[in-house]
């Protein structure tokens, strides 16, 4: 399997003073959080019952986002609910270069170890 490739997030940048903020990448609406670690994405609506993750709360020292909605918590590293089983978010990694976010998903990098 390739490995995936970064695209560059519009309407986000390093200078972009609020965090959470409204990205999204092949075609698909994000939100970037700015965690302690960098930054992270995850889809913009909860798989839930799609509130939206624009409400989101960084918790578990910034390695868990909560919905504000029904508070199902998720893991920031590979989507997985915490206390909600079955549930799942998308992640995406977010990279800075040159004053410039760029992510990639990384849910499916964690289902083929190796392939960064
Ligand atoms: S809509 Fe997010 S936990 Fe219910």
């Known amino acids: ?6 695209s560059q997030l519009p309407g986000v940048s390093a200078e ?6 409204r990205s999204s ?13 960098g930054y992270r ?8 019952m799609k509130a939206t ?14 919905c504000p909605l029904h508070v199902f918590t998720f893991r920031l590293s590979d989507g997985r ?11 995406y990694e977010v990279k800075e270069e040159g004053g410039q ?5 990384a849910n499916e990098l964690s289902l083929t170890p190796g392939a960064r």
């Open 1 to 6: 399997m390739s490995e995936q490739s970064w």
């Open 53 to 66: 993750m624009m409400a989101g709360e960084l918790t578990a020292n910034d390695t868990m986002v909560r």
């Open 25 to 37: 990448i092949a075609g698909e609406g994000i939100i970037v959080f700015k965690t302690k670690t």
């Open 41 to 48: 994405g995850v889809q913009r609506a909860c798989p839930h």
């Open 16 to 21: 972009t003073n609020k965090f959470p903020a």
């Open 81 to 91: 609910g915490v206390n909600c089983p079955g549930f799942e978010i998308k992640v």
């Open 101 to 105: 976010l760029y992510g990639r998903s």
